[in-house]
C-alpha cells in the first residue's frame, strides 16, 4: 500500500507541475476556437468545461483503466512504475499535445494531422489503421457488455442488436442530445465507484507486494507453467489505457470541436488522463491484493473466484466489487463494465464517421450525408462482430491485435508531435523520448510475442534494439535536413 500511496500522489504532483511545464511548451493562447468559428450544432458546438472533461474521460477510460490494470497486475507492482511514469510523462502529455493540435487544425482528424506532418504516406496508412482500430472498438466493446446482459437475462444476439442500436442513434445525433446528457452519468459513476475501493483500500490497508521487494515478473514466478509472457514488452501493450494509449488521439477532436477556449485544454487532455491513471493504479492494487494479497491471495478469500490467478478480468470487477462493496457495488460494477464499453464504442464509431467524412470531404450536417458514411462503418462492425461469436477464441484473437494496433496508433501520434514541436522550435524531446520508447516497444512485440512471429528472444530484442537505433538515426538525419531548412 505505500508503493500504491506513492504513485497516487506522484500521479498528482505530475499534473501540477509536469502537466503546467508542458501547457507551457505548447502556449494556449485567446483566439477563436473551432467550437465557436465552426459552430454547426451537431458536432461543432460549445459545451461547458466540466461536462467536456466528463465525456473525454469517458471516452478515453471506457474499461480500458479497469481491464488494463487487472491484466497488467499479473505481473505484480512493477505495474505501478509503468502506469505512473507512462501516464505523466508520456499519455497525458499525448493526449494533451494531440487534443490541442486537433484545435489547431480546426477540429481535424488524427489522419489529417498525421498526413500534414508526416506525409502523404503515413497519413494512407494512418487513416487505414484508424478506420481499423474504431471499427474494432465498435465490434468488441459490444461482445462483452452483450455477453454479461445475457448472464442477467435474455438472449446475446438481442442485447447486441439493442446495443447496436444505441450506437446509430447515438453516433447520428448531434453531440449534446444523448452523449452531451448521459456521459456525464456514467463518468460519475465510474469514478464513484474507482473512489469507493480507495477509500476500502485506505481504511483497512491490504497487506500487497510492494515495488521494492517484488520488483520482477510475480505472474511468471506464480504460473511458470503457463504465464509465458515477459515484462518488456507485454506489460506496455497490455496497460494501454491506464498509461498511453493512441485510441485515445483518434477520441480528443471530439472534444476538440466543443471547448470554447484553449486555456481549457490541460484540465480537460491531461486532466482527464491523470484521472484515468489514478483509475488504473487504484484497479492495480485492487488486482495485486485478489492475486497475491498475503496472508492468502484474495481469490481464497471470495466466493465464486475458483478460477484463481486465471480469473478474467470483467470476473475480478465484479467478484471484488460484489464482496467490498456489497449491493451498491453490484450495481455500480454493472454500470462499469457494461456502460462504459458501451460508450467507448459508441464515441468510437461517431470518430470512425467524422474521419471517413473528413476523408471523403463530406458535410456532416444534413442527415442524409451522415448515413452515407455511417452504414458502411456499421456493417463492417457488424460483420466483426458475428465473426467474432462464430470463433470460440474470436474475443480474444480481435483483443490481441486490438491492443497492438492501439499503442502502434500511438507511435505515429508520438512522432507527428515530435516533429511539430522541432518545427515550432519547442522543447521536442518531451515527445521525441515517448516516441523512441514506445517504437521499440511495439516493434520488439512484433517480433517476440506469441501472437506475432514469436521469434527467439536473443533475435527478437536484437531486432527491437535494431529498431531503436533506426529510429534515433532516422531522426537525427531528418532534424539535420529540417535546421538546414
Known sequence: MITFSLSLLALVLGYFFYGRF????FGPDDRVTPAVRKADNVDYMVLPGWKIFMIQFLNIAGTGPIFGAIMGAKFGPVAYLWIVFGCIFAGATHDYLSGMLSMRHDGAGLPVMIGHYLGKTAKSLMLLSTVLLLVMVGAVFVYSPAEILHSIGGETLMWIAIIFCYYIIATMLPIDKIIGKIYPLFAFSLL???GALMVWLFLHWPSVPELWSHCYNMGAAAEPDTWKDSIFPALFITVACGAISGFHATQSPLMARCMKSEHMGRPIFYGSMITEGIVALIWATVSAWFFYGEPAPGYELIAGADAGFHTSAPAVVNLVCKDWLGVAGAILALLGVVAAPITSGDTAL???????????KLDQG????????????????????????????GFNVIWQYFGWINQALSVFTLWMLTVYLV???????????PALFMTTVCTTFVFVSRQMLHLPESIGYSLGIASFIV??????????REKTK
Open 366 to 393: 444534413p442527415i442524409g450525408k451522415r448515413l452515407m458514411v455511417s452504414v458502411p462503418i456499421f456493417l463492417c462492425s457488424f460483420a466483426l462482430l458475428m465473426w467474432q461469436l462464430g470463433n470460440p477464441d
Open 22 to 25: 508542458v501547457e507551457r511548451v
Open 471 to 480: 529510429a534515433c538515426v532516422w531522426f537525427m538525419l531528418w532534424y539535420r
Open 350 to 360: 461517431r470518430s470512425c464517421r467524422l474521419i471517413v467524412a473528413e476523408w471523403l
Open 423 to 433: 518545427r515550432r522550435r519547442k522543447s521536442y524531446w518531451v515527445m521525441l523520448v
Open 192 to 194: 464513484f465507484m474507482a
